[in-house]
């Protein structure tokens, strides 16, 4: 069988005035070996930001349709309106973007086209092509693409840190694989696998109906969960088993959280462990930052199973979590690796928070991209009310990671996105450190679910405790290791 053409279009656009003079830049470039295909750069004259950006997307994916009409594209764009508008999660109000969004729409059909925004410092091949396509307009001469030298900053665009929050969900665990697989061009062009297995996991993943934040393949059965306070678990038959942990990993992880027993572990590169620079595989990549999660201890909703995220009555910790809090804060006191203290704002996590930060000697920092999830009308419910009250509500919610608990709930994919944000922004703030994220039960599986490259439906097939400690170690090249899962050794 014929393998599909894939194609990865980074387009920007800017007006010097907004409006004013204003250009677009555009380039298609080959995801299995960074190759740029085609560049597109024109000056438009007056025009502000907005219009110039969805210009240049309308350049790029004409120039990707030119070279292979049937190709999957995934555009890639600092752009967040020209995304979100032509993902179709943000309405389109302004009269001068709606024909420009409907001409995008009709160059391709929808379901060859995926969208991700990106932190505009990973787009620097196409602004730089916008702002010479201004310079050029500016002395009264067309853009040329010989007197381009936008492809020079094409492997530092490449080469991040940290893994986007890319709409919709998130595809950002093979995206970061790719960028890696594009920043290190000359292992592809020696015959080396990687790039085009890279590149194969980031269009099956991101293309509309494969997405890691939307619904799974047609037929995946759903495990129905366990409630605790936060969120569903997996009923103990389907809870990955726990035990002695064994392995360099491990030994990584109890230096960062003061245990090496009681914990699941793994390592994740996004999409392969033969990926490149991956952990224990590759190139030393220095330091990795490491989000320690710690999910907060109980309250008087977690022994009743009860849905309980951040649209409840926001419950303090009872004595038995005030306990647990005290016995984690003295286990990582031990090791003494954490050098920050977040929190999120809920007040479960930030009295839990605050028992660590007071032995460690830290303050706490709260994050509101940490919170729960808000459970709509479900909060303070069991599994088994929400079920008899809620039926379909609940089977949707279920089925698919884009339904909403009822009466305005968030959902997974919406969770997701926030999260996926808030990973990155903290990950930009703490390179090469140690930080303790207080956090909660669907938080915490999101994140460990991202760095594995799981689908959503991972979601319903692990076991968080309260008080129990994960870590996820992030590496320079965008792959990431989960360390340690549902650790409760200090407990005991």
């Not at 915490?444 to 996820?472: Q, T």
Request: net charge neutral.
């Amino acid at each position: 069988m014929q393998r599909p053409v894939r194609f990865v279009v980074e387009a920007d656009g800017g007006s010097r005035g907004n409006p004013g003079p204003a250009g677009y830049g555009a380039v298609v470039l080959d995801p299995a070996t960074g190759e740029t295909l085609a560049e597109r750069a024109e000056y438009i004259g007056v025009a502000t930001n907005n219009v110039a950006e969805y210009k240049g997307l309308i350049a790029g994916l004409e120039a990707a349709r030119a070279l292979a009409p049937d190709a999957a594209v995934l555009v890639r764009m600092d752009s967040k309106l020209v995304v979100e508008q032509m993902s179709g999660r943000w309405k389109i109000k302004h009269p001068d973007m709606k024909p420009l969004a409907a001409e995008a729409a009709r160059i391709l059909p929808r379901a060859q086209v995926t969208y991700e925004w990106i932190p505009r410092e990973q787009n620097k091949h196409a602004d730089r092509l916008a702002n010479e396509a201004m310079d050029a307009g500016k002395r009264g001469k067309p853009w040329e693409p010989s007197d381009s030298s936008a492809v020079f900053d094409r492997g530092a665009a490449r080469a991040v840190a940290t893994p986007p929050a890319g709409p919709p969900g998130d595809a950002a665990a093979g995206a970061a694989a790719v960028r890696a697989a594009l920043a290190s061009g000359a292992a592809a062009r020696a015959g080396s696998p990687t790039a085009s297995v890279v590149a194969d996991t980031l269009f099956t993943e991101s293309l509309p109906g494969r997405s890691a934040g939307e619904d799974g393949p047609a037929g995946t059965p759903v495990i129905e969960p366990c409630l605790d306070s936060d969120t569903p678990a997996t009923p103990a038959a389907e809870a990955p088993a726990t035990g002695p942990a064994t392995g360099a990993a491990t030994a990584g992880a109890g230096a960062a959280t003061g245990t090496t027993t009681g914990s699941a572990t793994a390592t994740a590169t996004g999409t392969a462990t033969a990926t490149a620079g991956s952990p224990g595989w590759g190139p030393d990549m220095g330091t990795p930052a490491t989000f320690v999660l710690l999910r907060h201890g109980e309250t008087a909703l977690t022994p009743q199973k009860r849905f309980s995220g951040s649209g409840g009555s926001d419950p303090e910790l009872s004595a038995a979590g005030r306990r647990q809090a005290a016995a984690v804060a003295e286990a990582l006191a031990a090791r003494g690796t954490v050098q920050t203290v977040i929190s999120s704002p809920l007040r479960r996590c930030r009295e839990t928070a605050q028992a660590v930060a007071d032995r460690l000697g830290l303050r706490v920092t709260v994050e509101e991209g940490l919170r729960e999830v808000d459970f709509g009308a479900w909060e303070g419910l069991t599994f088994a009310e929400v079920r008899e009250r809620f039926p379909d509500d609940l089977q949707a919610w279920l089925d698919s990671p884009r339904a909403a608990p009822t009466g305005g709930g968030e959902s997974f994919t919406a969770a997701t996105r926030r999260i996926s944000a808030t990973r990155d922004r903290l990950l930009a703030a703490h390179a090469g450190r140690t930080v303790l994220l207080v956090t909660h039960v669907t938080p915490v599986k999101i994140l460990v679910r991202l760095a594995l490259g799981a689908p959503p439906e991972a979601l319903f097939r692990m076991e968080l405790s309260a008080a129990s400690l994960s870590a996820v170690a992030y590496y320079a090249d965008g792959n990431a290791s989960v360390r340690l899962l549902n650790d409760t050794s200090h407990l005991r």
